[in-house]
């Protein structure tokens, strides 16, 4: 992911933020022909200091469901457009329209299993952790019969990364005026997408000036 300076991250809060909205992920790997293969999956997020791991599974039919080994997974963050329009210095030449946005990408190692006993506890997990997202409390029963034959149609991974990349894209190259501007616009919008964004300018500019 091509990242000025300016815009690389390297406090890993940013990425618990990005997992913590949106834990629906890309999977990157290289297929058996050289191609890259995806798959957009549900994981869950565990982070031990600058230690990494994302669990999930594929349905055992996904090609992507045979690879081991090296990896990479997409993170997506809020975004939005940025009109020059907004910034009071709009007349400078080097002021134009953008697109802000959060992201990360991180690069590591897949390790795929299908153990039935590894396998009734990752669905678990899931279900536990998610149920709970929209107040419900469906649970996976590994003794019931009709749910674990359904282990048989996936297969699990779990990706320890090695290499976190965080790019935050929040109007941090101009000055404090421009970005206070932006905010200010995107609340204006009122929407659900705009205002987040507008948000996490917010704590990007707390975070910088605490650290001043």
Do not use: C
């Not at 949106?22 to 600058?50: H, I, K, N, Q």
């Not at 946005?101 to 536990?128: H, K, N, P, S, T």
């Not at 905010?183 to 705009?194: C, G, Q, R, S, V």
């Amino acid at each position: 992911m091509f990242t000025p300076r300016d815009f690389a991250e390297t406090d890993l809060l940013w990425l618990d933020r990005l997992l913590a909205r949106d834990p629906f992920v890309t999977v990157l790997t290289t297929g058996a022909d050289g191609l890259p293969e995806l798959t957009r999956v549900p994981v869950l997020y565990r982070r031990e200091g600058s230690q990494v791991e994302l669990r999930g599974h594929w349905a055992r039919a996904n090609p992507q469901s045979r690879h081991d080994g090296a990896a990479k997974v997409l993170v997506d963050g809020p975004h939005g457009y940025v009109s020059a329009s907004w910034y009071p210095d709009k007349e400078a030449a080097s002021r134009v329209p953008t697109w802000n946005y959060a992201a990360a990408e991180l690069r590591g190692q897949l390790q795929r299993f299908d153990d039935a006993d590894e396998l009734a506890q990752l669905v678990f997990d899931i279900g536990d952790h998610f149920e709970a997202s929209v107040g419900q409390d469906w649970q996976f029963e590994p003794q019931r019969d009709d749910h674990r034959r359904q282990l048989r149609g996936i297969i699990g991974f779990r990706f320890q990364a090695e290499h976190v990349q965080l790019k935050l894209k929040l109007s941090q190259n101009h000055p404090e005026a421009n970005q206070q501007a932006v905010i200010a616009e995107l609340k204006k919008l009122d929407t659900p997408h705009f205002t987040e964004l507008a948000q996490w300018m917010r704590w990007h500019r707390a975070q910088t000036a605490a650290s001043d």
